[in-house]
Structures are given as structure tokens and as C-alpha cells.
């Protein structure tokens, strides 16, 4: 006769055995403290560059206050600053850029990636990659040797065509707004370009073959699918653009005339606040206007944190409303 197998009761909250959690293992542990590390630096940096930008240019901020902002006249002999010729200078060459780069990158990057036959694609990539890594300094001689004169050319045709306007108006220098926007929008079309080639490839095959067979177009495709699915990398590329655009200086500085005047005539000469800082900054003599350029420095760099945070705003709302 067998013996019936002892009933065990079963553990309760208090008896129960606690299973330990998997370790961090020393390995781990190093590789994520180095990663927090690295990171801290690079915000450390970037707070010291704004505290010591900040206290360099206290004079003139102690002077003149927010006023420097819109004041107008810009004269290191008397002393007399003002940073608005140079924010005018920037958002107008940078507005002028993306408006011709924006378009024609997306649609360079579509035509790569749906239209272009393979190895004509690949050899088109990699001379736009290429395009890329040209030195601002000789997009610049090519802007002062052949851009310029040819601006001065077309000038006073649009001036007869388009005169009506104020922004096809004045004497046709070569120099100025349009010319700094054109060597802008060459300068910033190889990341539109490559970035939107790259996210557009990455639209799910199946999504556009589904398209193809339910009898949609190219262009329906494109509209429909990829433009829709790819849309918060176009505009990170855009905002990437739109911040080299910004602090570009040796290019812009060779074309732009380097006027700080106001008018609303993209032939008129102009100043950006990264071509001032170039040309100016060795040359200061008195406090004051040392002062003054790093003062339009730190304007800078606080319209390229508030415009890349700008960005991540926009792509984060896009990428919830997908």
C-alpha cells in the first residue's frame, strides 16, 4: 500500500523566496557612466560658451540693453551699435536660400530615389555627397568669379521685368542679398538633398507596391506614400539647412558687399552677423566695439538654440501626429 505524497501548502506573501534581479555587470555600468559623462560635457560646453559670450559682451548690453537689437547704425568710430542691419543681413540671405535649396533638394532626393535608374542614382549621390564636403571658401571664389558677374548681368532685366517690385529695384551691383542667397541655397542643397534621399528611401516597399497595384501614378505614389511617410526627416533636413545657412561666413562674406544698410532690394549690399564678426573682430580697436561683436555673437548663437529647439518641437509634433 503506498503512501500518499505530503501536501505542500503554498508560500504566502511573507514565506515567499525573493528571486534576485539580473546584476548591472561592471561593464555595463562603466559604458553608461562614460555615455553621461560625455554627454554632460556637451552641454557644459555649450553653457560655457553662452556664459562667456555673455560676460565678454556685457558692456554693450549694459550700454544699450535689448536696444542694440533694432538699433540701426553701426559706426565703431563713434561708438554707435546697433545689430539690426545684421539680423535683416542673415534672414533675408537664409529666407532667400531655403526658398530656392528647399524644393529643389526634396525633389532632386525624389527623383534619386523613384525615378533615376540605379547606377544613375549612385553616381548622382555621390556627387551631391561630394558637393558637400567643397570648403566654404571655394564656393565663395566661385561665387566671386562667376556668380557675381552673372548676377550683375541678369539684374537689369528682372529690374525692367519685375521693377514694379520693391525687391527687384536699385543699381545692379552683382553684390548683395541675391547673390548671398544663390551661394547659400548651393551651400545647403547637398543636406537637403542627401538626408531627404536617405529617409525617402526608407518608405516600406510594400506600402508603395500596394499604390502601384491599386493603379496610382508615380506622382500619387510619391504624394500619397512617401512624402507623407518621410515628412518629419524633410524637416530635419530643412532645419539642418536652415541652421548652416545661418552661420555661414566666409562665402556669404564674399558676395554679400558687406553694407550694413536695410532695403528691401535683394541687389542692394548687405552684412550678416557671421560675416561682421569675420571682418571686424581683428580690426577692434576700443572696448566697445569688441564688445559689440561679441554681442551680435551671442545674438547668434541664441537664434541658432532657439531655432534648432523650434525644430525639435515641429519634428516632435510630427512624429505624434504620424
Known amino acids: 500500500m503506498g503512501c500518499a505524497a505530503p501536501v505542500i501548502p503554498p508560500p504566502t506573501g511573507r514565506g515567499r523566496a525573493r528571486v534576485p534581479g539580473p546584476r548591472e555587470r561592471a561593464g555595463d555600468a562603466f559604458f553608461r557612466r562614460a555615455l553621461a559623462v560625455a554627454a554632460s560635457l556637451i552641454l557644459l560646453v555649450a553653457l560655457a560658451l553662452a556664459w562667456q559670450l555673455a560676460s565678454a559682451s556685457r558692456q554693450t548690453w549694459t550700454s544699450l540693453g535689448p536696444a542694440f537689437l533694432w538699433r540701426t547704425g553701426w559706426n565703431p568710430v563713434d561708438d554707435s551699435f546697433g545689430a539690426?542691419?545684421?539680423?535683416?543681413g542673415t534672414a533675408v540671405t537664409s529666407a532667400l536660400a531655403m526658398l530656392i535649396a528647399l524644393p529643389l533638394g526634396v525633389g532632386s532626393a525624389i527623383f534619386l530615389t523613384e525615378l533615376a535608374?540605379?547606377?544613375?542614382?549612385?553616381a548622382l549621390s555621390f556627387a551631391v555627397e561630394l558637393l558637400a564636403a567643397v570648403p566654404s571658401v571655394i564656393l565663395g571664389l566661385m561665387g566671386v568669379f562667376l556668380l557675381v558677374p552673372a548676377v550683375r548681368a541678369v539684374e537689369p532685366p528682372l529690374s525692367r521685368a519685375l521693377g514694379f517690385l520693391p525687391l527687384f529695384r536699385g543699381a545692379p551691383y552683382g553684390v548683395g542679398l541675391l547673390s548671398a542667397g544663390l551661394i547659400l541655397a548651393v551651400m545647403i542643397l547637398p543636406y537637403i538633398t542627401?538626408?531627404?534621399?536617405?529617409?525617402l528611401l526608407t518608405v516600406p516597399r510594400p506600402l508603395k507596391e500596394g499604390m502601384h497595384a491599386l493603379g496610382a501614378t508615380r506622382w500619387e505614389v510619391v504624394r500619397g506614400v512617401c512624402l507623407p511617410y518621410?515628412?518629419?526627416g524633410i524637416a530635419g533636413a530643412a532645419f539642418?539647412?536652415?541652421?548652416?545657412?545661418?552661420g555661414e561666413t566666409m562665402a556669404v562674406t564674399m558676395v554679400i558687399g558687406n553694407a550694413p544698410t536695410i532695403s528691401a532690394s535683394l541687389f542692394s549690399p548687405a552684412y550678416t552677423m557671421s560675416a561682421v564678426i569675420a571682418n571686424e573682430l581683428a580690426e577692434a580697436a576700443g572696448d566697445a566695439h569688441l564688445s559689440a561683436l561679441i554681442a551680435v555673437g551671442l545674438t547668434l548663437f541664441a537664434l541658432t538654440v532657439v531655432i534648432n529647439g523650434l525644430a525639435r518641437l515641429l519634428i516632435y509634433r510630427l512624429e505624434n501626429r504620424s
Open 84 to 88: 539690426l542691419p545684421f539680423l535683416y
Open 240 to 246: 539642418l539647412a536652415l541652421g548652416r545657412a545661418l
Open 117 to 122: 535608374p540605379r547606377r544613375a542614382a549612385q
Open 194 to 199: 542627401a538626408i531627404s534621399r536617405e529617409v
Open 230 to 232: 518621410a515628412r518629419t
